[in-house]
């Protein structure tokens, strides 16, 4: 159902929160430019806390776009970066009148009728909708998350806001086109809003993982349901950061299990969970793990799956045609020599866990954000090789589940065996099997197969 744009408040909390967004973000830009061009200085520190403080408290997708621009090499200088990494979603949940109206639009006027418990307050609040715990008529603790007011518009006026800043990064740096960056951010938040694919998603990793014994993942309440309101079962769980003191023993097996929890779908199915902030997931008891949020999902073709383990073996075999083989796959074109070892070096630090056949950490963190370096270090260098590459939308998703997934090992300091933990799952690699499980789990659930 379409907001009612006709409430004279609604209209003027749009407006108002354009000029916030817009102003906060043309003033970063212009700082940005400041330094670049003209060589300016500014107390980027001072700065950066000024721009989360008016952000901050903005309900929308400001955190997700701010995320993202955090993972793209010299988008934003370090200490922004930082900031916007750290950038969480402060906002205050609404009101209960808020709750009353949007439970009574999407479920009828009787609609408290159909629980026998409903919590006016919000158990959790995210970047575009907040969680309520309430119990069913048959007894069910379920949790019900609502859509916040008008975030079509919001993600509307912040993605425009996020073309400011690319469109004074790729002034001043050409070796790396952002459009196919833009398109898929924007594809991703525009599904995020429609709780009835997130709703198929949901289903659809419960199937995918239903082997999986140590990865559990709600079910969604149909009758209890709508475009805007996603009710499913209540999952208890402690918060994983409360983890990273247990024993070793403890630590690996929940890295063990998150590993599993994103992996087996995305080299089984070819499907990502694109989210994995610290917040989608929690621990049970005996230290199985809950996956929370399907709203940000992506589905990718076979051949995307056969080209991130052909360029694994080209690494592992120092192949370099294979890697070719790879990048092609994947829709780098017209790579020369220095450009195809330039990307070599990124892939060799994402897959360095998965190239050595022995206990380790995944990695290491100097400066605070996980892979940054590298990242400025490779950016450095493809912007000195001259042409200018596209990078494929696919990308955007796939490095941040990387990097998100990377660091939360990290903070539980989990040594593993990468290499045997990932030749166990990708030691019987089809892509014809692949597309075929694909086809069957997706049709299953009315969506759609990538091209």
């Known amino acids: 159902m379409a907001e009612d744009h006709s409430d004279p408040k609604q209209f003027g909390g749009q407006i108002t929160r354009f000029g916030r967004v817009s102003g906060t973000m043309a003033g970063l830009a212009a700082r940005i430019a400041g330094e670049r061009f003209f060589g300016l200085k500014i107390a980027r520190d001072e700065h950066a806390q000024a721009l989360m403080t008016a952000l901050g408290n903005l309900k929308g997708p400001m955190m997700k776009v701010g995320q993202i621009l955090a993972t793209i090499p010299e988008a934003l200088p370090p200490e922004y970066a930082r900031a916007f990494q750290e950038l969480q979603s402060n906002a205050p949940p609404m009101g209960w009148p808020f709750v009353r109206r949007r439970m009574k639009t999407e479920l009828g006027a009787d609609w408290e009728a159909r629980f026998s418990s409903f919590g006016r307050e919000a158990a959790a609040a995210a970047s575009l909708g907040q969680v309520h715990r309430a119990v069913t008529k048959g007894g069910r603790d379920v949790a019900c998350k609502l859509q916040y007011p008008d975030m079509a518009s919001a993600i509307d006026s912040d993605l425009r806001q996020l073309k400011i800043i690319f469109s004074i990064y790729e002034r001043y740096d050409k070796s790396i086109s952002t459009r196919g960056i833009q398109e898929e951010l924007a594809a991703r938040l525009y ?253 299953a659930f009315g969506l759609f197969v990538p091209d």
């Open 191 to 443: 599904e995020e809003l429609d709780y009835v694919l997130e709703a198929r998603y949901c289903r659809l990793y419960r199937q995918m993982l239903a082997d999986e014994e140590n990865v559990h993942v709600s079910e969604v309440i149909d009758n209890l349901s709508t475009g805007r309101l996603l009710t499913a079962e209540w999952m208890e769980g402690r918060r994983i950061l409360e983890f990273v003191d247990a024993p070793p023993e403890i630590r690996s097996r929940l890295a063990i299990n998150m590993f599993r929890a994103w992996y087996v779908p995305f080299y089984y199915y070819g499907v990502i969970h694109g989210d994995p902030h610290l917040g989608n997931y929690s621990v049970r008891p005996d230290y199985s793990l809950n996956l929370l949020d399907f709203g940000c999902v992506r589905v990718f073709p076979p051949r995307f799956i056969g080209g991130v383990i052909d360029l694994y073996y080209a690494l592992l075999r120092e192949d370099r045609d294979l890697a070719v083989h790879a990048y092609e796959t994947w829709g780098f074109s017209g790579l020369n020599a220095e450009q195809i070892e330039i990307l070599n070096v990124w892939a060799r630090f994402l897959y360095a866990p998965l190239l050595e056949d022995k206990v380790r950490p995944i990695g290491e963190v100097t400066k605070g954000i996980y892979g940054r370096e590298i990242a400025q270090d490779v950016h450095k260098r493809l912007r000195e090789s001259g042409a200018a590459i596209r990078v494929p939308r696919e990308f955007v998703f796939m490095d941040r589940a990387a990097l998100g997934l990377g660091s939360v090992f990290l903070h539980l300091k989990a040594e593993i065996n990468w290499y045997r933990l990932f030749h166990e799952m990708i030691e019987d690699f089809d892509p014809q099997a692949l597309a075929a499980r694909q086809t069957k789990a997706l049709a």
